[in-house]
């Protein structure tokens, strides 16, 4: 045992003995100019190494730096700065003064993908004959990492695309090592800050560089993220996935397939791409399971009763403050791209509605947004809402056409806040135009028209038959059926309706039940949460007996006004008026029925001349 100990203690003491020689003799500064030009004759990029190089012997033999820069060629900022950098390096070939770099670390690096950092081609370079191109070499596809690892901590990573705003991502993390076929297994994790939101995200990939810069392949896996901020849910927006990615240098291209991305309890997956240049042009094909918006978005309108219509006249939510101070208006990033949108989502729950089967096709060129497809099952009605958005001038511009068949209006109602107690099945064709599209612009400033047709409904709080029966009781002598319900019910209901700016007016509102009909025009206050209703109602059965004024009752129109708070309402019914009225005709006609028998009698010819002095 004691000899095994002392020959450990003898190699241990030649090792320390070696690599003392070792920095002794091999100065690492001696490489510095090896290094310099071997970056420059395989990529054209400029290295400078601040500072004198130093020898680090554990826990493995580096090369310590101070600060370092790498700039790309004619670019007028550095690619690439760090405070420190460290190369790994291989013992062996040192001792015939070779420099073997297994890994670099980088530590407070400082990336710029900008413009100022871009190579820039020089002008006094030959340019080839237009419609052709010089021949590639096989070993010419371009330098872009020939060593075996890369690690990069504490840095940061700044990302501009012409003039667009500048991206930043922070505490970044990265380690790479790469094979001899230039394929890169990479493990990643930063943070992004922008607009009073913040973006953690993590991810491992396989990347295949043995083509770049004409073309690079990745396929991302274990990818995690995570949301949070202004004008997100308090709980943010997490989830995880994968996707294949692939860039293309000369068409400037980048596509992903096989994306499979989940948000909250969200999930999308499908395929794409978009192509760089003055506007980007996106292609995007994606299905979903589960889109829960609900969980992915705020409402600043998710209220009830009398909140609900606080929110509405009060100020909107700020949006997140963009750091340039400057004002952007809304849907302005219209603007910066083109794209085409194919999607289908089995389910999507929007504002506690469950839509299922919904079909998205959209287009948007140049800030006009043209969304031809819309349609979606919501229980066992059917929904289309096509319609566009131009914003192409100083002022948002939408129109949208829905079709409804068979939807259940109480959920709509419920949906967007409405204290109206309602159920029924509505249809309804229109067309409306507006600025913004969110549920309190609508209220607030939209316009358009629509016919509507309700099928069995119920509007609990006033029953019309037997507000009106209930009046004629205690002002004839007429008796109705007891009647204990709460509610108006109607088999079908048709009106035309027109909307301007919170205003919503009915008009050739006709109605009818077993029981009665009805007829009526009136206006309705979205954001007072108030209306003003005339209706005529013609109560067909209820009555008990069957007596002359029962059956005039039968066929007139009894006048109802139903006004007020939509939570509060009030009625006023002139059941008295038409009662004194239908007994003055019906006075009057028997009179002139007596006086037409007796049209020779002195007495007769005096009724005769009273009915026509009235």
Request: glycine share 8%; no cysteine.
């Amino acid at each position: 045992m004691r000899r095994i100990l002392t020959t450990l203690m003898i190699l241990l003491v030649v090792l320390i003995a070696g690599l003392s020689s070792l920095v002794l003799l091999v100065n690492p500064n001696d490489f510095r100019s090896y290094m310099v030009k071997q970056v420059a004759e395989r990529s054209g990029y400029q290295l400078q190494l601040d500072g004198s190089l130093r020898w680090h012997v554990w826990p493995r033999l580096s090369i310590l730096s101070g600060r370092m820069s790498l700039t790309a060629p004619g670019a007028s900022a550095p690619l690439v700065r760090a405070d420190n950098m460290r190369l790994d390096v291989a013992l062996l070939p040192l001792l015939s003064h070779q420099l073997q770099v297994k890994q670099v670390m980088l530590k407070g690096a400082v990336v710029q993908l900008t413009p100022q950092t871009k190579a820039i081609r020089d002008q006094r370079a030959p340019v080839a004959p237009q419609g052709t191109s010089l021949p590639h070499e096989p070993g010419d596809s371009g330098w872009s990492f020939d060593i075996a690892g890369l690690q990069v901590i504490d840095s940061v990573l700044v990302f501009q695309h012409e003039n667009d705003e500048q991206m930043t991502v922070r505490d970044i993390h990265l380690q790479m090592e790469q094979d001899d076929h230039h394929q890169a297994t990479v493990d990643f994790s930063g943070r992004m800050n922008r607009d009073q939101r913040d973006l953690s995200l993590r991810f491992s990939a396989v990347v295949q560089a043995g083509n770049y810069p004409q073309r690079l392949d990745a396929q991302l896996s274990q990818i995690s993220w995570q949301l949070q901020g202004a004008d997100l849910p308090a709980q943010g927006i997490s989830g995880s996935g994968s996707v294949n990615a692939s860039w293309q240098e000369e068409a400037k291209k980048l596509s992903f397939s096989a994306l499979n991305l989940t948000a909250n309890d969200s999930s999308l997956a499908g395929d794409g791409s978009v192509v760089l240049g003055d506007r980007p042009v996106w292609a995007l094909n994606l299905q979903s399971d589960k889109l829960n918006l609900d969980s992915l978005l705020v409402r600043s309108d998710m209220l009830i009763g009398g909140e609900a219509q606080k929110a509405q006249s009060a100020p909107s939510k700020p949006r997140p403050v963009i750091a340039n101070g400057v004002s952007v208006p809304p849907y302005n990033s219209l603007l910066g791209f083109d794209g085409a949108l194919a999607m289908t989502a089995k389910q999507i729950l929007w504002r506690g509605l469950p839509f299922t089967n919904v079909t998205v096709e959209a287009n948007n060129q140049r800030g006009l947004l043209r969304i031809s497809q819309l349609d979606g099952t919501l229980a066992n009605g059917q929904l289309s809402l096509p319609g566009t958005l131009d914003v192409r001038g100083s002022t948002p511009r939408a129109a949208f056409q829905p079709k409804l068949d068979d939807i259940e209006i109480g959920s709509l109602l419920k949906a967007f806040n409405y204290p109206i107690d309602m159920m029924g099945k509505l249809s309804l064709a229109g067309d409306f135009s507006g600025s913004i599209i969110d549920a309190n612009h609508f209220r607030r400033d939209w316009q358009g028209q629509a016919n509507l047709e309700l099928k069995e409904t119920r509007t609990e709080g006033l029953n019309f038959q037997q507000l009106v029966q209930q009046a004629v009781e205690r002002s004839a002598d007429v008796q109705a059926q007891e009647n204990y319900d709460s509610a108006t019910r109607l088999d079908e209901l048709t009106t035309d309706v027109t909307l301007n700016n919170g205003i919503l007016t009915l008009n050739n509102m006709n109605g009818k039940s077993s029981l009665m009909q009805l007829t009526g025009n009136g206006t309705l206050n979205l954001m007072k949460e108030e209306g003003d209703l005339q209706f005529g109602i013609q109560v067909t059965d209820g009555w008990q007996g069957q007596g002359k004024l029962v059956e005039i009752l039968k066929t007139t129109a009894i006048p109802l006004r139903v006004y007020g708070k939509w939570e509060a309402l009030n009625y006023s019914l002139q059941v008295d008026q038409i009662l004194r009225r239908q007994l003055q005709n019906e006075a009057k006609r028997r009179l002139n029925d007596w006086a037409e028998r007796n049209k020779n009698t002195q007495s007769g010819k005096d009724v005769k001349q009273l009915l026509n002095k009235q």
